[in-house]
């Protein structure tokens, strides 16, 4: 079984407002709400391969109970941890005519020290069962920064495989703890390593270095261009299929997905690569979020070349 942590997960309001301003006064009714926090979308792909799984993280308020509901009516399992904050709301407001995103990010609730050791120990209960763990994103107010760090070592010594997709200090820290793969996109390799990376030479030369550090597989995904999997025995190139994409957002997170399903389901590590990246083009193919076709990905899947470059 596949578990998917995430620790700050969120509703998301996307209005779509022609000409938007401030001080006007707007009748809306080109709404779409999804549940999100990127490992819900990571969950989501997974479920939509129709591979078995575990939602957990935590949860709270009404916004909460919301994001568990749309969950659980997708028949995705889910074991959060319920907080007695509210969890957050994401709003975007995007202007087609002026070409314009305007985005409220709620900070989202503070996680309390009881409410953090009930989730540790909910953890450890599910990874009996867990063949992977998926965390990913971002992290409430009150988790210490080393939460990724202590999740990948808790993981590693009952033996299940931990994916990490994080950034900043939250993804140094879990490094530290040689998790079996990080998925940085090219952004968040930059803020790690502290510069400007311009070529495949300076990705690859610094995807090497954090394997030396002790991680399994280090994953630069680069958007349209496809991703570069790094593992102490070869650097593979895999490019994206040439497709007409339609809403990128959260093609990293279903890249993750697709790699984990893979493995549970014994493809080779090449194989693995290719049918990642086979998801992260079909999430774009999508105007939702993780709302992937297993039929589109099996399409895409043959398409996917790869290059073995060390
Ligand atoms: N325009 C595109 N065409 C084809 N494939 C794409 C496109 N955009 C993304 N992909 C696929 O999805 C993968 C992940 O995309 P990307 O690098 O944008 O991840 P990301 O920035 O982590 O995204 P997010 O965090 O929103 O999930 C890419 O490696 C690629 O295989
Ligand atoms: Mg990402």
């Given at each position: 079984m596949i578990t998917t942590v995430t620790l700050n997960p969120a509703i998301d309001r996307s209005y779509i407002i022609n000409n938007f301003k401030p001080n006007n006064n707007y009748r809306i009714d080109d709404v779409t709400v999804t549940v999100g926090g990127k490992g819900i979308n990571v969950a989501r792909t997974v479920s939509a391969l129709g591979e078995k799984l575990n939602a957990t993280g935590f949860l709270g308020g009404i916004t909460g109970d919301y994001i568990k509901k749309q969950l659980n009516d997708l028949g995705i399992a889910t074991s959060f941890v319920k907080i007695n904050d509210e969890s957050r709301n994401f709003t975007a407001i995007i202007d087609p005519i002026n070409r314009t995103e305007t985005t409220v990010n709620e900070v989202g609730p503070?996680?309390?020290?009881?409410?953090?050791?009930?989730?540790?120990?909910?953890?450890?209960?599910?990874?009996?069962?867990?063949?992977?763990?998926?965390?990913?994103?971002?992290?409430?107010?009150?988790?210490?920064?080393?939460?990724?760090?202590?999740?990948?070592?808790?993981?590693?010594?009952?033996?299940?495989?931990?994916?990490?997709?994080?950034?900043?200090?939250?993804?140094?820290?879990?490094?530290?703890?040689?998790?079996?793969?990080?998925?940085?996109?090219?952004?968040?390799?930059?803020?790690?390593?502290?510069?400007?990376?311009?070529?495949?030479?300076?990705?690859?030369?610094?995807s090497k270095y954090i394997c030396k550090q002790g991680?399994?597989?280090?994953?630069?995904?680069?958007?349209?261009?496809?991703?570069?999997?790094?593992?102490?025995?070869?650097?593979?190139?895999?490019?994206?299929?040439?497709?007409?994409?339609?809403?990128?957002?959260?093609?990293?997170?279903?890249?993750?997905?697709?790699?984990?399903?893979?493995?549970?389901?014994?493809?080779?590590?090449?194989?693995?690569?290719?049918?990642?990246?086979?998801?992260?083009?079909?999430?774009a193919l999508e105007k939702g979020t993780g709302n992937i076709k297993k039929e589109t990905v099996e399409r895409l899947f043959s398409q996917v070349k790869l290059t073995r470059l060390e």
């Open positions: 503070f996680v309390s020290k009881t409410e953090l050791t009930k989730f540790i120990k909910e953890y450890i209960k599910i990874l009996k069962y867990s063949k992977i763990i998926i965390a990913s994103g971002s992290v409430p107010k009150g988790v210490p920064k080393t939460i990724y760090r202590d999740m990948v070592k808790i993981a590693k010594d009952n033996n299940v495989l931990p994916i990490i997709d994080a950034s900043g200090k939250f993804l140094e820290e879990a490094i530290k703890a040689k998790p079996y793969m990080i998925k940085p996109n090219l952004k968040e390799l930059r803020e790690l390593v502290g510069y400007e990376l311009n070529n495949e030479y300076e990705i690859i030369h610094e991680v399994g597989l280090v994953v630069i995904s680069l958007g349209s261009k496809g991703a570069i999997f790094t593992t102490r025995e070869k650097v593979i190139k895999v490019e994206a299929p040439n497709i007409k994409a339609v809403n990128t957002v959260g093609s990293g997170d279903a890249l993750v997905a697709g790699f984990a399903v893979a493995l549970v389901n014994k493809f080779d590590l090449d194989n693995a690569f290719r049918y990642g990246i086979a998801c992260g083009a079909a999430n």
